[in-house]
T-cell receptor, first 110, second 116 residues
């Protein structure tokens, strides 16, 4: 069964304190791994799609990496406005739908 | 990035009435759209996959006669909650596939439904 597990469930950091969020997955063939950011009361905002092990993508203070079993979302020198829930999802090959993890709730204190 | 809109952003209705929620892809065509619901502090729960011009595929446990989905064009899908009850109160979010050089899926801003 295709499955996505995110850790930690919640993370509190001080402004400027870099860290990483983990997304472990098991899937019967990977078409893509996705990272989204979701603010309270809003729909998820697309961040990245990764397709193969070794791939990396960056956007501002965020960098996503991918291995055959997990993905990391690295956040460098975060600011309070980076506080949000970060969702990871996989799209199995041959499937249309995404399989989501439970998310990591990130809080950046000023 | 691509834009997906939803209307209305919030709605309050009385028990027993029906409510329609629209999902539009504003700057791209979407052969496939998805409908999710989300409870507080929980992740997204897929309700159904909507393909343009064909019947929606519902996830196990989702009543297709209660949650009617229509995907009549490449930019519009609708979700109708029929005979709504308080337990249908939730946050409903749609998403749309944008396939091209890279595969991306974009989400709408969500619709908060409250049934009284």
């Amino acid at each position: 069964e295709d499955q996505v597990t995110q850790s930690p469930e919640a993370l509190r950091l001080q402004e400027g304190e870099s860290s990483s969020l983990n997304c472990s997955y098991t899937v019967s063939g990977l078409r893509g791994l996705f990272w989204y950011r979701q603010d309270p009361g809003k729909g998820p905002e697309f961040l990245f799609t990764l397709y193969s092990a070794g791939e990396e993508k960056e956007k501002e203070r965020l960098k996503a990496t991918l291995t055959k079993k997990e993905s990391f979302l690295h956040i460098t020198a975060p600011k309070p406005e980076d506080s949000a829930t970060y969702l990871c999802a996989v799209r199995p090959k041959g499937a249309q739908k995404l399989v989501f993890g439970q998310g990591t709730r990130l809080t950046i204190n000023p | 990035g691509a834009v997906v809109s939803q209307h209305p952003s919030w709605v309050i209705c009385k028990s027993g009435t029906s409510v329609k929620i629209e999902c539009r892809s504003l700057d791209f065509q979407a052969t496939t759209m998805f409908w999710y619901r989300q409870f507080p502090k929980q992740s997204l729960m897929l309700m159904a996959t909507s393909n343009e011009g064909s019947k929606a595929t519902y996830e196990q446990g989702v009543e297709k006669d209660k949650f009617l989905i229509n995907h009549a064009s490449l930019t519009l899908s609708t979700l109708t909650v029929t005979s709504a009850h308080p337990e249908d109160s939730s946050f409903y979010i749609c998403s749309a596939d944008r396939e091209g050089r890279e595969y991306e899926q974009y989400f709408g801003p969500g619709t908060r439904l409250t049934v009284t």
